[in-house]
């Protein structure tokens, strides 16, 4: 299955918002054994978005589009469809139907604005999004398949997963194919292609193996296809299985949609352990983090964004010498913001970050991108220093994942 993706929206080219649903897209179709061949942004143009059917039409065998699909008059995608397929519309009542049971449900009026997604193109078979108001479409001509989707991102996934990956499956036959991740942290891509490398050359062709980086973080993922359920699951198996042996245990995080901060909950949760964060150049970044995780409230007791000197003394208790002779960035200073966040907090287990964030405040000595993690408890604490770009919010987000990995490896080394 060849398929070729299209977002409408003059905000995705002037880059006011992010292009998420292609790669969602993309990593729900691989999930079935469908190949993303091409992918096409166009604006809120009638021509340009029939330019770009023909185009993907001729190219693969599905096309799949998202945005454009609302109730304002920018939302030119239906009409730019039924005239691709020159066809008329019609009113599809059951929409209507739902959108007064929704729209009595928040006590407001079904407006004529509204009512203009009830029209449909004549030959779409309508989609039911049980996530908001505006329907999907799909379209079937000549062996082709286009289905068309809102563009905002929990619509289109709803309609990905219960009416176009269901529907392509029965349509192309899909050949049976399976995944396993691996979830790796505080190697990059190209030292973990080192280990891999007589492995990866090895794999027979039903097998790929792909690396998904992220910042400071790792996700390899394995997968077989085949006519032969039989021979997936086993190979998958094994294969996966010779993989995670060949890499340092330590460099394995977790597995499948695993993070770092759902491992550490796990690890916190089995040892019984409570965790504070004492934060400066992240400025909250860790707790956000680790508060992410559903059920942290479990081990998490809480955090002193202490970015002045003055809270970092009297909240944490750190010694206004250490300030004066070491600097707030330093070695020493994270590890007495530790002891003061676990004395303050009364937790088992504290992480620190300190640093300059930029993109001014560096000198000499420490330029920005210099930061300085720890991480203890009460009777050890362990430091790391990283030395970063002058991107400030790459600074922030590359330390929280780091103090974060740096916090796994201790309490797996910990007793």
């Known amino acids: ?8 929206g003059d905000e995705l080219l002037i880059g006011q918002i992010i292009d998420t649903n292609s790669a969602k897209m993309a ?15 166009v604006g809120d143009d009638h021509e340009a978005i029939i330019h770009a059917l023909r185009s993907a039409t001729e190219q693969a065998d599905i096309v799949l589009v998202t945005g454009g699909l609302g109730p304002t008059k920018d939302d030119v995608t239906k009409k730019a469809i039924a005239d691709f397929y020159e066809v008329g519309f019609v009113f599809h009542q059951p929409t209507l139907d739902r959108l007064n049971q929704i729209y009595e449900r928040l006590g407001k009026p079904v407006t004529d604005s509204v009512r203009t997604q009830c029209f449909m193109p004549q030959n779409a078979t309508v989609l039911t999004n049980k996530m908001g108001s ?9 062996g082709k398949v286009l289905a068309s989707m809102p563009g905002v991102p929990f619509e289109m996934e709803y ?15 899909a050949l049976p194919t399976a995944h396993r991740t691996l979830f790796t942290a505080g190697e990059g891509e190209s030292t973990l292609a080192e280990y891999l490398k007589d492995f990866e050359e090895t794999l027979p062709p039903q097998v790929k193996l792909a690396y998904l980086p992220a910042m400071a973080r790792v996700r390899l993922r394995l997968t077989v296809s085949d006519a032969d359920p039989v021979f997936v699951e ?3 198996d094994e294969k996966f299985r010779e993989m995670e042996g060949l ?28 965790l504070s964060t004492a934060e400066s150049c992240t400025g909250g970044y860790l707790a956000h983090l680790i508060t992410s995780v ?40 994270v590890q007495e913001m530790v002891a003061g966040a676990i004395r303050l907090l009364g937790t088992d287990v504290a992480i620190a970050t300190s640093g300059i964030a930029g993109p001014d405040g560096g000198t000499l000595e420490k330029p920005v991108g210099t930061v300085w993690l720890a991480v203890g408890n009460k009777e050890q604490t362990v430091t790391r220093k990283l030395q970063l770009s002058k991107n400030r919010l790459i600074n922030i987000q ?15 080394e910990s007793q």
Do not use: C
């Open 159 to 173: 309609l990905m997963q219960h009416e176009v990956l269901p529907r392509l499956q029965e349509k192309f036959n």
């Open 27 to 41: 990593q729900l179709l691989l999930e079935i054994g469908a190949k993303v061949t091409g992918r096409t942004a």
């Open 1 to 8: 299955m060849q398929v070729h993706i299209i977002t409408i």
């Open 234 to 236: 086993k190979t998958l």
């Open 247 to 274: 890499l340092p245990p330590k460099v394995i995080a977790g597995y499948g949609d695993d993070s770092l901060e759902s491992v550490i909950g796990r690890i916190l949760k089995e040892k019984n352990l409570s």
């Open 398 to 412: 590359y330390s929280g994942f780091s103090a974060l990995n740096l916090l796994r490896l201790f309490l797996l």
């Open 294 to 333: 559903p059920g942290s409230s479990a081990y998490f007791m809480g955090s002193v964004v202490s970015y002045a000197n003055e809270v970092k003394m009297n909240q944490l208790g750190v010694q206004e010498s250490t300030l004066r002779e070491h600097g707030a960035v330093s070695e020493q200073t």
């Open 134 to 142: 505006a329907p999907g479409m799909w379209f079937e001509e000549n």
